[in-house]
């Protein structure tokens, strides 16, 4: 015959994880330095010689339109 102790266990220490666990979790990310902008990693790229995002859809759809271009020559040829 198992012991009623261990059933009422049970349940208490679940209680106590599902407690504990978001607890830690949000001690912990109070603990953490939160990362500064200035820290970044790698070696930056002024924002003057990067393109931006619109020259880079430019130059994404020239590229597509040549591809397509070249496709439909070649069936054209076929």
Do not use: W
């Not at 407690?19 to 970044?40: C, G, H, I």
């Not at 924002?47 to 054209?76: G, I, W």
């Amino acid at each position: 015959r198992e012991a009623p102790f261990p059933k009422m266990l049970a349940p208490c220490l679940l209680r106590k994880v599902v407690l504990t666990v978001p607890l830690v979790f949000v001690v912990a990310l109070l603990l953490v330095e939160p990362v500064r902008s200035d820290q970044e990693a790698g070696t930056a790229i002024p924002a003057e010689s990067r393109p931006c995002v619109d020259c880079h859809a430019f130059e994404f759809m020239q590229r597509a339109l040549q591809d397509l271009k070249k496709t439909a020559y070649n069936l054209d040829t076929r």
